[in-house]
């Protein structure tokens, strides 16, 4: 059996790691990874293939800059012919993308199947690009592989109950293997000068965040008002941006601005972090698993346990509402949870796989 994996995006390859050494076992199963190139910055990507040990994908599309209109549609046109060429039994897309998007709708046209690992979230909030991919990926998905049980009931609401299976978070799996080397490395904390739970983290890259002087303005506002140390590893769109609003220079007389980071190095700053200021859902999640106190610089989120369970707070770009959080938000450690699972998603979701495709068994 030949499935082929489409991934674009920091997240992606981070949830395909441990999905990829799953498949790994299975002598089976051929397994192909296409890289859209959406992340086109060396530390966005290549630097997560070489961290995490993943394969060379076979094939690179090389997409690059550009709108999303132009991007998903060379997405489509490219992958196109690789499943052409291919013949894939599965096509395997990850989280909310315009690779996501793209991949998946080049299948659905050639009605290959489609496998939507981290399907069901939803911020209800359609003004995000991000909102509007999942819920079409999972309309025209056949297998769903949901991270959490409110997840299930999102696709429920929408009429989609065939092919659901709830196996926990993939990046969770990731994780939780993650951390393990990270820790034994370590060196960026002493690289940056910074002591544990002495810094807060900063991550800004959503669209709304960066494009709009507004809302930028504000959130850079907001940071230099912070009284302690802000590390902001510096997305290359936030940075362009920045610098086009002309709001760079009065943010790095204030925050510690550093190019972005590593997977580990990543892990082990939000670890060691007093608290995690973010528009990234990702993020979010690692943020709970490390029991770090989170506040969400967008208005919605599609993590919506992290909020229910007291350790994220919605605060949007408004100053008022993100500095009263740093100053008054304190999650209850009793009411931590194991919501997004064990870190066995990965073997459950080949498992699944495995029964279906090997098997003959419909969905």
């Given at each position: 059996m030949k499935i082929i994996s489409i991934v674009g995006a920091r997240p992606q390859f981070i949830k395909?790691?441990?999905?990829?050494?799953?498949?790994?076992?299975?002598?089976?199963?051929?397994?192909?990874?296409?890289?859209?190139?959406?992340?086109?910055?060396?530390?966005?990507?290549?630097?997560?293939?070489?961290?995490?040990g993943l394969p060379?994908?076979?094939?690179?599309?090389?997409?690059g800059v550009g709108n999303q209109g132009y991007q998903t549609g060379e997405i489509i046109k490219k992958s196109e012919e690789i499943y052409l060429q291919e013949k894939?039994?599965?096509?395997?897309?990850?989280?909310?993308?315009?690779?996501?998007?793209?991949?998946?709708?080049?299948?659905?046209?050639?009605?290959?199947?489609?496998?939507?690992?981290?399907?069901?979230?939803?911020?209800?909030d359609k003004t995000m690009p991000e909102e509007i991919n999942r819920i079409i990926v999972d309309q025209i998905s056949t297998l769903l592989f949901c991270p959490t049980k409110v997840a299930v009931k999102n696709l429920k609401k929408?009429?989609?109950?065939?092919?659901?299976?709830?196996?926990?978070?993939?990046?969770?799996?990731s994780l939780v293997q993650g951390i393990k080397i990270a820790e034994t490395k370590q060196s960026i904390l002493s690289k940056l000068n910074l002591m544990s739970q002495n810094y807060y983290l900063t991550t800004i890259h959503r669209q709304s965040n960066t494009d709009i002087k507004e809302n930028l303005q504000n959130l850079v506002d907001t940071l230099c008002s912070i009284?302690?140390?802000?590390?902001?590893?510096?997305?290359?769109?936030?940075?362009?941006m920045l610098k086009q609003f002309n709001l760079?220079?009065?943010?790095?007389?204030?925050?510690?601005?550093?190019?972005?980071?590593?997977?580990?190095?990543?892990?082990?700053?939000e670890k060691n972090a007093k608290m995690i200021l973010t528009d990234s859902g990702g993020i979010q999640k690692e943020a709970y698993f490390f029991k770090v106190p989170c506040v969400t610089l967008r208005d919605t989120t599609e993590w919506v346990e992290t909020i229910e369970d007291g350790w994220n707070v919605i605060a949007g770009t408004d100053?008022?509402?993100?500095?009263?959080?740093?100053?008054?938000?304190?999650?209850?450690?009793?009411?931590h949870k194991n919501i997004y699972g064990s870190g066995k998603a990965s073997k459950k979701i080949v498992e699944i796989l495995n029964n279906i495709l090997i098997n003959k068994i419909s969905v």
């Open positions: 395909l790691a441990p999905l990829c050494l799953e498949l790994s076992k299975r002598k089976e199963i051929e397994h192909i990874i296409v890289n859209t190139g959406q992340h086109y910055d060396y530390n966005m990507s290549k630097l997560f293939f070489d961290e995490l060379e994908p076979k094939y690179h599309l090389e997409i894939p039994d599965l096509v395997v897309v990850f989280g909310d993308t315009t690779s996501t998007l793209g991949g998946a709708l080049a299948a659905s046209k050639l009605h290959i199947p489609i496998a939507h690992v981290e399907a069901g979230l939803r911020s209800y929408e009429g989609v109950t065939n092919g659901v299976f709830v196996v926990g978070d993939i990046m969770i799996d009284d302690g140390i802000v590390v902001l590893p510096l997305h290359p769109r936030t940075e362009k760079y220079t009065k943010l790095k007389e204030k925050v510690m601005l550093i190019e972005p980071v590593g997977y580990f190095d990543m892990l082990v700053l100053k008022t509402k993100i500095l009263n959080a740093i100053n008054n938000f304190e999650p209850n450690l009793s009411k």
